[in-house]
């Protein structure tokens, strides 16, 4: 499975915000995901359900949130700890985090290079973003990424592939850090960015 930049959305979650989230270890952002994120699970119809890993970080304002408490009910529902770190409203949303983003400028990183992982996906490459302007709000996070599932096969004998690269052939760039208004989901390309998206794979 190949990820990288699109302007499709393929699905929505929805974070909790609000005082109710607000406990004694400090701030704490809910979020359940009608679709998942991380970790295939086994097909059902046409869906591969991906669920949240325990090293998951989110962004609020710039904020690493510091814990992860996955649903053991339900693997694509979490909240995320920040401690004593405050959180003030509006929250704008990113995941995975990045150390480049901030409150006055959310960041996300599409990346460049992506390995591959049988029958899944390599951690942190499907970002998100939400917004909430205020308490007692739910917040909508969208993909900003589309999946392409493709399959290379070789007549030739012998053949061993190094790696797939993918390139836009409108020169559309599609991987790399883009700044985002989390209010609207608009991307904006910075200097950091490629057309190119390339797939180192595994020996043999």
């Known amino acids: 499975a190949l990820f990288f930049l699109s302007s ?3 699905s929505d979650m929805d974070v909790t915000g609000g005082d109710s989230d607000v406990s004694k270890n400090g701030n704490a ?20 359900p991906i669920y949240w890993e325990e090293d998951d ?14 649903n053991k009910n339900d693997k694509r529902a979490a909240t995320f700890h920040f401690g004593d770190e405050e959180l003030e ?31 899944s996906i390599e951690s942190n490459c499907l970002s998100m973003c939400g917004y909430a302007g205020q308490a007692g709000y739910n917040v909508t996070m969208k993909h900003l990424s589309s999946i392409l599932r493709i399959s290379v096969t070789s007549h030739i004998p ?8 993918v390139t836009s052939t409108a020169n559309k760039k599609i991987a790399g850090e ?16 490629s057309s190119s998206v390339t797939y180192p794979l595994p020996e043999g």
């Open 8 to 10: 499709c959305t393929v």
């Open 29 to 48: 952002v809910s979020i359940s995901l009608p679709e998942t994120r991380v970790i295939f699970g086994e097909k059902s119809g046409d869906i591969y």
């Open 57 to 70: 970080q989110i962004g609020v304002n710039g904020v690493k949130s510091q814990q992860i408490e996955i």
């Open 89 to 119: 409203y509006p929250y704008s949303v990113t995941y995975p985090y990045t150390p480049i983003s901030s409150a006055a400028k959310p960041m996300v990183v599409f990346p460049i290079e992506q390995y591959y992982v049988r029958n």
């Open 158 to 165: 012998d053949v061993k592939l190094k790696s797939i690269t």
């Open 178 to 193: 883009f700044s985002i208004n989390c209010r609207t989901s608009k991307l904006t390309a910075t200097d950091n960015t």
